[in-house]
C-alpha cells in the first residue's frame, strides 16, 4: 500500500504550479460543459425543431468546432496563448447565455456555429498553454494531467446538467455552462501569468508564418492522418459500442452508463502513474503504436470471443491504449512546432480529433447497417493497426522521436 502511495505521490511530484492551476482552469470549464449530451434532447423538445432540423444544428455545431480550432490556433500565434483562453472563455460563456434567447431556427443555427467556434478556439491556446507553463522534463506527465481534469470535468458536467433539467428546466444548462465559462476567466485572468506574449523582433527571420503553411510539414501531416485513422476507431466507444452493448449483446441502458463511467474513471485513476513509470523507458513512437494497436486489439475481441465480463475487459483495454497513445501522441505532435507556429499546429491537432469525431458515427452506423458489428470490429481493428504500425514505421528513424 505504501509503494501505492509513494508511487501516486510520484507521479504528481515536480509539476509546475501553473500546470497545476491550468488543470484546476480547466476541471472548473469542463465541469460546466453539460450541454452537448442533452442539445438533441432539449433542440426537438424544447424548441419544437423536427429531428431532421436538430441534426443541421448539431452538422453546424460540428462546422463550429472545425473552424474554432483552426482559426484559435492562428490567433493564437498573433496574440498569445494567454489572451485567447480569457477571450474565448468569456466571449463563449455570454454567447451561451444569449442562445436561450433565440428561438427562429436559422438564428439558432448560425448562434450556435457562432458561439462553438468561439468556444473551440479556446482549445489550441489551451494545448499551447500546457507546452508553456510545464517543464521540459514534466511535459507528458502534465497533459496526463490536464486530461485527467477533462475526464472529471465531463463526468461532473453531464451529472450536474441532469439535475439542472429536472430542477430548473433546459435553459439553466446554457446560463450555468455560460457562468462556468465566465468564471474560469477570472480564475485563469487571476491565478496565471501571462507567459506567451513575445516581441515582434522575436519573429523568425524568414517571417511570420502563414496559417496554411502547416500542411506544408509532412512529418506533421502524416502523425495527423495516422492518427486520424486511430482516433475513427477510437471514437466507436461513444458512438456504436453502447448500441452494440444494449441491442445486439442486450444488457439495459444502465450497463452502458457503467461501462462509460469505467473509461473515465479509470482513466483519471491510473494515467498519471502509469506515464510516470513508461514515459522515460520508451520511445514516443513505440508507445503512440502501442497504445493504437492496443484499442483495435480490444475491439477485435468481439470477433474472437464472448463472455459475460467481455465488454468490461474491451473499455479497460481501449482506457490503457488512450493512455498510451494520447499524451505521447500531443508530445510528439508539439516537438514538431515552435513557439512562433505552436498555435496553429495545435489548432489542427484539434482539428483532427474534431474531424474524427463527425466522421466516426457516420461510417460506424453505415458499416453497421449493410454490413453488420463483425465487420465494423474488424474495420475499427485495421484503422487502428494502420495507425499504429504507419507512425512507428514513419516516424522510426526520425530524430523528432526520442
Not at 235 to 240: A, D, E, G, M
Not at 254 to 281: H, Q, R, S
Not at 331 to 337: I, P, Q
Request: aromatic share 16%; charged share 15%; proline share 2%.
Amino acid at each position: 500500500m505504501r509503494r501505492i502511495v509513494n508511487l501516486y505521490r510520484n507521479s504528481f511530484s515536480g509539476l509546475s504550479r501553473d500546470i497545476l492551476l491550468l488543470a484546476l482552469v480547466t476541471l472548473v470549464n469542463k465541469s460546466g460543459t453539460m450541454i452537448v449530451p442533452f442539445l438533441t434532447i432539449y433542440l426537438t423538445h424544447q424548441k419544437g425543431y423536427s429531428i431532421e432540423q436538430a441534426g443541421i444544428v448539431m452538422t453546424f455545431f460540428g462546422l463550429g468546432s472545425l473552424l474554432g480550432n483552426f482559426i484559435g490556433g492562428k490567433l493564437t500565434d498573433l496574440f498569445g496563448a494567454y489572451r485567447i483562453q480569457i477571450w474565448t472563455l468569456v466571449l463563449s460563456g455570454i454567447g451561451f447565455i444569449l442562445m436561450i434567447y433565440l428561438q427562429d431556427f436559422w438564428y439558432y443555427t448560425a448562434g450556435i456555429f457562432a458561439v462553438n467556434t468561439i468556444a473551440e478556439a479556446f482549445r489550441p491556446a489551451n494545448l499551447s498553454s500546457i507546452n508553456i507553463y510545464s517543464k521540459p522534463e514534466n511535459r507528458i506527465r502534465s497533459v496526463s494531467l490536464i486530461r485527467l481534469a477533462l475526464n472529471l470535468g465531463f463526468a461532473i458536467g453531464p451529472a450536474i446538467g441532469g439535475i439542472l433539467i429536472v430542477t430548473w428546466g433546459y435553459d439553466w444548462l446554457f446560463i450555468i455552462d455560460g457562468l462556468t465559462c465566465i468564471f474560469a476567466a477570472i480564475v485563469f485572468g487571476i491565478l496565471l501569468e501571462d507567459k506567451t506574449s513575445y516581441e515582434k523582433k522575436e519573429k523568425k527571420e524568414s517571417g511570420e508564418m502563414k496559417i496554411f503553411d502547416v500542411f506544408k510539414d509532412m512529418s506533421f501531416n502524416m502523425l495527423m492522418f495516422f492518427q486520424l485513422l486511430g482516433a475513427i476507431s477510437f471514437f466507436q466507444l461513444f458512438t456504436t459500442f453502447p448500441i452494440y452493448i444494449k441491442e445486439h449483446l442486450g444488457y439495459p441502458d444502465t450497463y452502458v452508463g457503467f461501462l462509460m463511467a469505467i473509461n473515465g474513471l479509470f482513466i483519471a485513476i491510473v494515467e498519471m502513474p502509469i506515464v510516470f513509470l513508461i514515459e522515460k523507458k520508451y520511445k514516443r513512437i513505440v508507445l503512440i503504436a502501442l497504445g493504437n494497436i492496443l484499442i483495435g486489439l480490444a475491439w477485435y475481441l468481439f470477433n474472437v470471443s464472448f463472455w459475460e465480463y467481455l465488454p468490461i475487459l474491451v473499455v479497460v483495454l481501449i482506457s490503457i491504449g488512450e493512455i498510451i497513445d494520447f499524451p505521447f501522441n500531443y508530445s510528439l505532435a508539439v516537438s514538431m512546432s515552435d513557439k512562433y507556429n505552436q498555435g496553429i499546429y495545435m489548432g489542427v491537432y484539434s482539428m483532427t480529433f474534431s474531424v474524427a469525431f463527425i466522421l466516426a458515427p457516420s461510417i460506424g452506423t453505415y458499416v453497421v447497417a449493410n454490413y453488420g458489428f463483425y465487420r465494423l470490429w474488424n474495420m475499427a481493428f485495421i484503422l487502428n493497426m494502420i495507425s499504429g504500425v504507419g507512425i512507428y514505421l514513419y516516424f522510426r528513424n526520425k530524430d523528432i522521436v526520442e
